[in-house]
């Protein structure tokens, strides 16, 4: 179970809604991940253009938390009106707070995502920010009381996967507010160790929506994350440096030669 606030969410998984070849793959691929959160940048999608196209309208939204992002935000001052615009719309009161500091990386502004949580926390807003893989930062981010910390894998669309597990892991260690791994992530290996280091979720749009076949990269991310998720709670061996016999042969009667 994920427990975000008020929200609880059986799948671990959450979708981006960005970049798919056509609305129909896209279903498709959203059906095959059993996501229950996706989420979509207000600023790209037509949610105001009732005569435009929109993907919100291809699915059965009921079945949807749709979790409002900031994207394109370059300051706090415009994060805060975007997740203004999209509580207005009554989409939700949950927001991701993205705020790019640099177009080149795609890297998040820590000091102005501070800022924007400061203000959407005041709003009453259920605040999610996206954040380096930074471990001050998110203790910080706790302390002024966000609802999710979510670190970047690397960066955004890379698909590089886990560039620095041990600050992941450190970051998860002191947590005290769930932990949703957020970008950068390639293959259904990379969501999978993000759960096993402890995360409580996995956000991803490329991975799927380039995948050479989306559909059935959505089911082995949704497969992943689970595998993962069971890991975790399973408990792995700690690694030894010398091997120990997997049937140990002590007390075993010898068999005579000749
Ligand atoms: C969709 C979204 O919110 C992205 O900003 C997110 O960070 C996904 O990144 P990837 O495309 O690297 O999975």
Redesign the pocket.
């Known amino acids: 179970m994920l427990k975000i606030a008020n929200y609880e969410f059986s799948s671990h998984l959450l979708l981006?809604?960005?970049?798919y070849a056509d609305f129909h793959l896209q279903k498709s691929a959203v059906e095959a991940s059993e996501t229950e959160i996706l989420?979509f940048?207000v600023r790209r999608m037509n949610i105001f253009e009732a005569s435009q196209p929109n993907f919100l309208d291809m699915i059965d939204v009921d079945k949807y938390t749709l979790l409002p992002?900031t994207?394109g935000a370059k300051t706090a001052e415009e994060a805060v009106r975007i997740a203004k615009l999209a509580k207005a719309s009554g989409l939700c009161d949950m927001v991701?707070v993205?705020i790019i500091g640099d177009q080149k990386t795609l890297l998040p502004d820590p000091f102005e995502t501070l800022k924007a949580c400061e203000a959407l926390l005041n709003e009453g807003f259920i605040v999610l920010p996206?954040i380096s893989d930074d471990v001050v930062l998110a203790k910080r981010l706790q302390e002024l009381g966000v609802h999710a910390v979510m670190p970047?894998a690397s960066?955004?669309?890379?698909?590089q996967g886990i560039l620095n597990p041990m600050n992941l892991a450190f970051i998860i260690e002191q947590a005290t507010v769930p932990v949703v791994v957020?970008?950068?992530?390639g293959s259904p290996t990379d969501a999978t160790l993000a759960m096993e280091l402890g995360a409580s979720g996995v956000?991803?749009?490329?991975?799927v929506?380039d995948a050479k076949d989306p559909v059935k990269m959505a089911l082995a991310m949704k497969l992943a994350v689970e595998a993962g998720r069971h890991g975790f709670e399973a408990g792995r061996i700690p690694k030894k440096t010398y091997a120990s016999a997997s049937s140990p042969t002590e007390g075993m009667s010898t068999v005579e030669q000749g």
């Open positions: 981006g809604t960005g970049k989420t940048a992002n994207a991701k993205e996206y970047g960066p955004i669309g890379s698909g957020d970008a950068g992530i956000l991803l749009n490329t991975a929506s």
